[in-house]
C-alpha cells in the first residue's frame, strides 16, 4: 500500500518538575493512502500524544525529542510553525475526546465552519461559506442545518457537538483525520451513530483515518489494520482481522478480554495491575509486572518487535511459545 504517513522513531517527552514522563518512547507508525487504522491502548499509552505530535502542537512541558514524521514524503518535524498551520486542517485534521476544545463557544457553529472553509477557499464570499457550511452540517446527519447554523455550541447536545467537530475538520477535505476517541463521551446510540459517519465519510472523500481508541470493539469495526501501544511502546501491529484472531502480545489479548463495559463515561481499568508510571517505567518489557506468562528476560531485555507473520509485528520476547487467546 502507497504510503502517506510514516512516523519512525518518535520520542516525545514531557520535562515535569517530578522528572521526565517518556509519553512517547521511540514509536514506528505507519498509515497508507485510503488506509483506515487504528492506534489502541489503554488510557495513558500515549495515542493522544502521537497525534499531538503530528499535529505538532504537543502542550508545555512537552517536546518532541527525536524521530521523523514523514507525510506525503516531507518530514513534517523539519517545517516551520507556517507551513504547519497550512499543512494541519488542510491536509490533516484531527478531532479530539471532548468536542468543546475544537469549538468556540463565542462564535456560531455556521460562522466557525465558514472561517476553516475561507481560510482553504480564499474566493469565497461570506455568504458562499455560510452556504458550504451548512451543507456540511447537512453532511454530518444533522437535521434541520439551516436553523443549526446560526446557534452556539452550547445549544447542542454532546452528539451533535462531536458531529460538527467532525464537520469542521473535514471542512477542507483532509487526506488524513485523526479521530481523538471522538465517542468516548457519548451514549451507545449516538456512537453508533458518529462512527456510521466516519466511516461513511471517509469512503466519500478517499481519506486515511487513525481511530484513536481504548475500545477493541471499535477497532474491529472501524479499522483494517491496527497498533497497539503500551506505556508509550508499541507493543503490536498486524491487520486488524489477524490480530483479533491471533493475537501475539500478552497486552493485546487482555484488552481483547477485556470486559466491554456498559458506562462508557468512566474508564474502567479492566486489565489487572497499574499502567506504569513512565518517570521510571518498568525494566525490560514494560507489561512484564502485569503480564501472566512473563520470564526473567522479560525484566531484563528491552523486546524489539519482531515479524511473527506477514505485516505482523509483535514486541514479545515469548511470542513464538505462547498460544494466546483471540477474540
Ligand atoms: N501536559 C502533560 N504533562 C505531563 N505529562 C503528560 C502531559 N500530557 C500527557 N502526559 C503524559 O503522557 C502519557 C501519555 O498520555 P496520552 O497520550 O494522553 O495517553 P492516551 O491518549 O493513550 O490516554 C501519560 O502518562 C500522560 O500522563
Ligand atoms: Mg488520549
Partial sequence: MEGLLEIKGLKTYFFTEAGVVKAVDGIDFQVGKDESVG?????????????????????????????????????????????????RGRKISMTFQDPTTSLDPLYTVGDQLAEVIKEH???????????????????????????RVNEYPHELSGGMKQRIAIARALASGPSLLFADEPTTNLDVTVQAQVLELIKD?????????VMITHDMGIVAEM???????????????????????????PYTEALLQAVPRIDKRKELRVIPGNIPNLINPPTGCRFHPRCPYAKEICKEKVPQLELTDKGHLSACHLWRDLSLSGA
Fill in 121 to 147: 477557499q480564499r474566493e469565497l464570499s461570506k455568504k458562499e461559506a455560510m452556504e458550504k457550511a451548512t451543507k456540511l452540517i447537512e453532511m454530518v446527519g444533522i437535521s434541520e442545518p439551516r436553523i
Fill in 39 to 87: 492506534l489502541v491502548g489503554e488510557s495513558g499509552s500515549g495515542k493522544t500524544v502521537t497525534g499531538l505530535s503530528v499535529f505538532r502542537i504537543v502542550p508545555q512541558p512537552g517536546k518532541i525529542i527525536s524521530g521523523s514524521i514523514i507525510f506525503e514524503g516531507e518530514d513534517l518535524l523539519t517545517k516551520s510553525e507556517e507551513e504547519m498551520r497550512r499543512i
Fill in 223 to 249: 479499522t483494517q489494520r491496527v497498533q497497539v501501544l503500551y506505556a508509550g511502546m508499541v507493543a503490536e501491529v498486524g491487520e486488524t482481522h489477524s490480530l483479533f484472531k491471533r493475537p501475539q502480545h
Fill in 201 to 209: 465519510l471517509r469512503e466519500k472523500q478517499k481519506m486515511s483515518l
